[in-house]
Every structure is written in C-alpha cells, then in structure tokens.
C-alpha cells in the first residue's frame, strides 16, 4: 500500500548509512566501543549513572524487573493503556500484572489515585508509562512508592527526550527502560536501553544481559582476561554494533526531531478545534513531552473501523494505541483479565484513534488528514 501519509516514518539519512558501513568495516559487529560510546552518550543524555544497552525495551523491562527482585508471588502494578510487553516483562518474572486505569478523559496516564485504588499487599513494583510522550505526575506517584516501599519501573518507550522538573523521563524512577524499535522517536531497528542512579541494579542488568557470565567477548578480545564464570541464569539480550551505531547518529538528532513533532503537534490541536466531538487528550500535560504519537478521542458511539477504512481509502494511515492489554485472549485466559474497574481505559481503548505524526510531515498533509477525518465522521 502507497499511502499518501503513512502513521510513521523514521528520518534515516546518509550519515546511517555511513555509520552501519564502517561498523562493517571495523568487523567488529557487537557489544564493541560503539555500543559502549552509546551508552555514555545516553547516561548522559538523561542525566543518569548508568545506561545500559539491550536489543529491545522488552529485554529492558524484562532485566529492569528482574534486577529490581521482582519474583513469582509479587503483584506489579501497570496501566492496562499500553504495548502488550510492558505486562509480558511482568508475567516473564513470574509476577502478576495488576492493572490501573487512567486519571481521565483527558490524561490519558496513570496517577497517583488510580494506582493506590489497586494496590494490593503483595505488590512489589509499579510501571508506569509516559503515553504518548506526555510524563506521568511522578512526583505524586514517587511519594506513593517511597511510602509503600515499591520499586518504580518507568517504561519510556514513547518518551525519549521528555522532561518533568526539568529532569529526563527515565531518570526518576529505579530503572529507566526505552525502545528504539523503527516507529520510535529515533530508532535502531530493534534496540533498547535500561537508565538507572542505581549501582546494584545496572551490575545485575549487565550480567543478565549477557548469559550471566562475568567477563564479555571484547575484555577477552582487548587481552584484559582469559577465563568467564557463570554466576546467574542470564540471557542473549545483548545490542549489535549496527544498533549502536544507529543510536549515536539519531541521538545526536533527537532534541530536534523532537521540536519537529512538537510543531506538528500543535498544528493539529489548532485545527482539530474546528471538528465538533473530537477531543485531544493532554491539553494539561505537566512538564517538557516527547510528542510521540498524535491519539485523539472519537466521539462515543462512532464507528471507528468505518473512520479508519474511509481515511485509507484517501491514502491516509491510522492506528489504534491501544486495545487495553486486559481484553487480550492471552490475558482473559490467564485469569488476568477483562477488568471492570478500568472504566476509562476501556472507553479510550474504544474511542482512540492515532493520526500520523513525524519529524518530516508538512502542514498540508496535517490539513489534509484533519479535512479527511473531519468527512469521514459525517458520513
Ligand atoms: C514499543 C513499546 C515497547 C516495546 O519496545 P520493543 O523495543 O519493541 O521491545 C514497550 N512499551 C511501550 C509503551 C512501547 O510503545
């Protein structure tokens, strides 16, 4: 399918290319000095210790959990508002997801509120998920862990970038975990990143990462040792050099690509002020968002495959973020779900439609998309 605007679309230039041909070159393909380089260069960028580079945010998560002591008997509090991985990472530990709803019609994130209404003795952790790039209120939500004494787990897969406080979004809870997936704000391909303050849990995350062993490929390589212990039942979630590569060039783009998608942004606010019954969400977000994806709030009642099939008709992508994770067949099967309480999760997960939304889209095509879905709700 050609679309004339697609959801996503990653900005990938000659400098990429560049880069993956001398990783080539260099011969040396993974976990090498790029990869350390892009670790630095992140820790950095987000103002934290450590960063530590993994082949995905669901490896990020995973170890996040893991290194945090996450075990089976420990609940994990979640909203049920996002990616299928972030309550996979839960269930891989052998935890159980215990989901929250939003704060409201409009924010469309986990609050302090909603997280201390499902709170159970055994919960352990919580995860929460900056939707859409727009931070959660982590000062209410650090105070609520630090009194009930749980770890806090940020997913940022849609946040890279976004501030609170004038902090990064992955530098205020115990663990930071970011995708670089291709529909991200910059992207690897595949590619994750843990951020953490926290010695102990960044010394766990990089023996899990790679079989547990104590010594990795390239120290053996450098001459610095000889011999490897295995002191953990690790896994392979370890970055290639070609993924560093990339999230050294894209990194150095972010702040800008992120200013690009701000822009867009508030193109399509101004302008979807003039359809009658479509509400954006986060018209209060609270400090600096990332602007990954541009969702709105159909108005109840409307038949969105119908929307959604009349805007391709004119070339024009769109997406659902997301169908609440509780009314997956996985998880109604498991006992873990539908959940009735989530009230607002379940109308957004109803309702929502995601626009496209990247760094290269002109204001034409904002328009042509807002005239489109405008038509497509007449009918
Ligand atoms: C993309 C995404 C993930 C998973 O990221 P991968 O790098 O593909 O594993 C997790 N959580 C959220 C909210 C996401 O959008």
Redesign the pocket.
């Known amino acids: 399918m050609q679309w004339q605007v697609p959801l996503f679309d990653p900005d990938l230039g000659e400098t990429e290319v560049q880069a993956v041909a001398d990783v080539i070159r260099s011969k040396w393909l993974t976990m090498g000095d790029r990869t350390t380089e892009f670790e630095h260069r992140f820790a950095e960028f987000c103002g934290t210790r450590h960063a530590i580079a993994l082949n995905?945010?669901?490896?990020?998560?995973h170890l996040s959990l893991a290194a945090a002591g996450v075990s089976p008997g420990d609940d994990v509090l979640l909203p049920s508002l996002?990616?299928v991985?972030?309550a996979n990472a839960i269930r891989y530990c052998g935890a159980r997801p215990v989901f929250a709803d939003v704060a409201s019609l409009d924010e469309w994130n986990v609050s302090r509120d909603t997280l201390e209404s499902v709170v159970t003795p055994k919960t352990r952790a919580l995860i929460v998920?900056h939707?859409a790039g727009y931070p959660c209120r982590m000062d209410d939500i650090s105070a609520f862990a630090r009194e009930r004494g749980l770890s806090v787990i940020e997913?940022v897969?849609?946040a890279p970038g976004a501030t609170l406080a004038g902090r990064a979004m992955g530098s205020w809870g115990d663990a930071g975990?970011f995708?670089?997936?291709s529909?991200?704000n910059m992207t690897t391909g595949?590619?994750?990143m843990v951020t953490t303050n926290r010695d102990d849990l960044a010394a766990r995350i990089r023996l899990l990462r790679s079989h547990g062993m104590t010594t990795q490929t390239l120290d053996r390589h450098k001459g610095h040792a000889f011999a490897y212990d295995v002191v953990a039942l690790g896994y392979n979630f370890r970055m290639s050099e070609f993924n560093a590569a990339l999230g050294l060039c894209q990194l150095n783009r972010l702040r800008g690509l992120n200013e690009k998608r701000r822009e867009i942004g508030s193109w399509y606010r101004h302008r979807l002020q003039g359809i009658r019954g479509v509400a954006v969400p986060f018209g209060h977000s609270v400090g600096g968002p990332a602007f990954?994806i541009f969702p709105v709030l159909l108005p109840a009642g409307t038949d969105r495959a119908a929307v959604m099939e009349r805007m391709k008709a004119v070339g024009i992508q769109t997406s659902i973020?997301y169908r609440p994770v509780d009314t997956f067949t996985a998880y109604v099967e498991a006992g873990l779900g539908p959940r009735k309480h989530l009230t607002l999760t379940h109308d957004i997960g109803n309702r929502a439609l995601t626009l496209p939304l990247y760094p290269a889209m002109s204001k034409a095509q904002v328009e042509l998309v807002c005239s489109s879905l405008a038509r497509s709700l007449e009918l």
Request: net charge negative; hydrophobic share 35%.
């Open positions: 995905s945010c669901t490896a990020a998560l996002t990616f991985a972030t998920v939707y997913d897969a849609h975990c995708s670089f997936f529909n991200k595949e590619g994750g990954h973020h």
